[in-house]
């Protein structure tokens, strides 16, 4: 009896922390509306261009900040587990650099193809490719947490060695734009761009409802698979998601660093490792603290705007030390 009690207090605090970051979502969702060079009000815009502003420009943004967030959190969440490792994290790892390389081969050798989702299914490619090489090295060879993360890092140099020297090439402004972008940027978000939302939304959607498969996979494969997990089957089903999510994202918003890294560690730390519960509150935490991020990313400077990926890095890297110091401090 007192443990379905201590069961159900659980689950009520779970629920109650989801419905709170809900809350704070749409405040920051409000607020993002709201400010800017004009203050809006996101309910009745008084002239038509403050109607032009708010939803030709503004709700575009807000979303695909929301949707990137939600995406990146998640993908972070579950490279957590399936690589074994907290430190794990599509940055970091060198995944979204394989996607943006991927991107840039399109733009360059594929220009016809430098659609949406062309752009989708080139970040796609390049981070599936990335994310094998990663697993499959982590499996094979057992790398311990520093030296996963040193092929990561090692694989997004590359990758951001090739890019950089494609654009440093390139005599065209738009494509120096997009180096820009690059580095981290929702401002130039289309409504046509947001056919990318709609195919990562229920993608998204799928990973919060794997909780259950990811918490019987936190306790090893072989209990895993003596709990009825097939551990091939969801393995490569998590790296295809992990892939889509992170292509749709760079695609959409850039290479933006850091987000999967600090949401669902920090919410493990201080709530729990439940990923039934875990991966949704990583989800609304992770678009609430990309919606911050790019507002702020247009307030902080009076003269200029600040991609957001320079945001999520400033507020990560920081904490990223710290984990390293204590992942160091815990091992010795």
Same mark, same amino acid.
């Given at each position: 009896?007192?443990?379905?009690?201590?069961?159900?207090?659980?689950?009520?605090?779970?629920?109650?922390?989801?419905?709170?970051?809900?809350?704070?979502?749409?405040?920051?969702?409000?607020?993002?509306?709201?400010?800017?060079?004009?203050?809006?009000?996101?309910?009745?815009?008084?002239?038509?261009?403050?109607?032009?502003?708010?939803?030709?420009?503004?709700?575009?943004?807000?979303?695909?900040?929301?949707?990137?967030?939600?995406?990146?959190?998640?993908?972070?969440?579950?490279?957590?587990?399936?690589?074994?490792?907290?430190?794990?994290?599509?940055?970091?790892?060198?995944?979204?650099?394989?996607?943006?390389?991927?991107?840039?081969?399109?733009?360059?050798?594929?220009?016809?193809?430098?659609?949406?989702?062309?752009?989708?299914?080139?970040?796609?490619?390049?981070?599936?490719?990335?994310?094998?090489?990663?697993?499959?090295?982590?499996?094979?060879?057992? #790398?311990?947490?520093?030296? $996963?993360?040193?092929?990561? /890092? =090692? @694989? &997004?140099?590359?990758? !951001?060695? %090739?890019?950089?020297?494609?654009?440093?090439?390139?005599?065209?402004?738009?494509?120096?734009?997009?180096?820009?972008?690059?580095?981290?940027?929702?401002?130039?978000?289309?409504?046509?761009?947001?056919?990318?939302?709609?195919?990562?939304?229920?993608?998204?959607?799928?990973?919060?409802?794997?909780?259950?498969?990811?918490?019987?996979?936190?306790?090893?494969?072989?209990?895993?698979?003596?709990?009825?997990?097939?551990?091939?089957?969801?393995?490569?089903?998590?790296? #295809?998601?992990?892939?889509? $999510?992170?292509?749709?994202? /760079? =695609? @959409? &918003?850039?290479?933006? !660093?850091? %987000?999967?890294?600090?949401?669902?560690?920090?919410?493990?730390?201080?709530?729990?490792?439940?990923?039934?519960?875990?991966?949704?509150?990583?989800?609304?935490?992770?678009?609430?603290?990309?919606?911050?991020?790019?507002?702020?990313?247009?307030?902080?400077?009076?003269?200029?705007?600040?991609?957001?990926?320079?945001?999520?890095?400033?507020?990560?890297?920081?904490?990223?030390?710290?984990?390293?110091?204590?992942?160091?401090?815990?091992?010795?």
């Amino acid at each position: 009896m007192e443990f379905n009690q201590l069961l159900n207090q659980n689950q009520r605090r779970w629920r109650y922390l989801i419905i709170a970051m809900t809350g704070v979502l749409v405040v920051s969702a409000l607020l993002h509306l709201s400010v800017g060079e004009l203050l809006i009000n996101p309910f009745s815009p008084q002239t038509s261009l403050e109607s032009r502003l708010l939803y030709d420009l503004r709700l575009p943004r807000l979303l695909a900040a929301a949707a990137i967030g939600a995406a990146l959190a998640l993908s972070g969440a579950s490279l957590q587990v399936l690589l074994g490792n907290v430190l794990a994290e599509p940055g970091v790892l060198g995944i979204s650099g394989g996607a943006s390389l991927g991107m840039v081969i399109i733009l360059f050798a594929f220009p016809a193809a430098a659609t949406p989702l062309g752009f989708m299914l080139a970040g796609v490619v390049g981070a599936l490719g990335f994310t094998i090489i990663l697993v499959s090295m982590a499996k094979t060879m057992r #790398l311990t947490t520093t030296r $996963l993360l040193l092929v990561g /890092v =090692a @694989l &997004g140099i590359l990758s !951001s060695a %090739v890019v950089t020297w494609a654009f440093y090439f390139s005599d065209d402004l738009s494509i120096r734009q997009l180096m820009y972008w690059l580095m981290g940027s929702v401002g130039g978000v289309s409504w046509y761009q947001h056919v990318l939302t709609i195919l990562m939304m229920p993608i998204s959607v799928w990973l919060c409802l794997q909780g259950r498969v990811l918490d019987k996979l936190m306790v090893g494969e072989v209990h895993a698979k003596q709990l009825g997990v097939d551990v091939n089957r969801v393995r490569w089903q998590l790296i #295809l998601c992990v892939s889509l $999510l992170v292509g749709g994202s /760079v =695609a @959409l &918003g850039g290479v933006i !660093s850091f %987000v999967g890294l600090v949401v669902p560690h920090l919410l493990r730390l201080a709530f729990g490792t439940e990923n039934r519960y875990l991966l949704p509150l990583s989800a609304v935490t992770g678009a609430t603290l990309l919606v911050i991020s790019d507002i702020l990313a247009r307030v902080v400077l009076d003269s200029a705007e600040l991609p957001v990926g320079v945001m999520t890095t400033t507020i990560g890297a920081p904490i990223f030390i710290w984990m390293l110091v204590k992942s160091h401090d815990s091992s010795s």
